[in-house]
């Protein structure tokens, strides 16, 4: 079965850092680019990150551009996001999700709590 599982979410003080993993199974990887999205409160989810399924190439909002990183490791099958210099606007369930466009199929996890506050 296809799993996506986030985790290394918590609560982090304004200017600190977080590193969550996406750890994927039940589907070929390698060859799906890999997304983390972000939802707050009554807000829409929004793209974060993207990178391509070699890693060749990636995304960021703008919002966060400097800030976060994504990267991925093809051989554990895990995305990241690691996240610096937090600002409490980045508290969020962070979900990841896995795409292949050309096959039109996407998968989505389960979503980690990050809560950014002093």
């Known amino acids: 079965q296809v799993q996506l599982v986030e985790s290394g979410g918590g609560l982090v003080q304004p200017g600190g850092s977080l590193r969550l993993s996406c750890a994927a199974s039940?589907?070929?990887?390698?060859?799906?680019?890999m997304n983390w999205y972000r939802q707050a409160p009554g807000k829409e989810r929004e793209l974060v990150a993207a990178i391509s399924s070699t890693g060749g190439s990636t995304n960021y909002a703008d919002s966060i551009k400097g800030r976060f990183t994504i990267s991925r490791d093809n051989v554990k099958n895990t995305v990241y996001l690691q996240m610096n210099s937090l600002k409490p606007e980045g508290t969020a369930v962070y979900y990841c999700?896995?795409?292949?466009?050309?096959?039109?199929?996407?998968?989505w996890g389960q979503g980690t709590q990050v809560t950014v506050s002093s």
């Open positions: 999700k896995a795409e292949r466009r050309i096959i039109n199929r996407v998968y």
């Open positions: 039940g589907f070929a990887f390698s060859t799906y680019a």
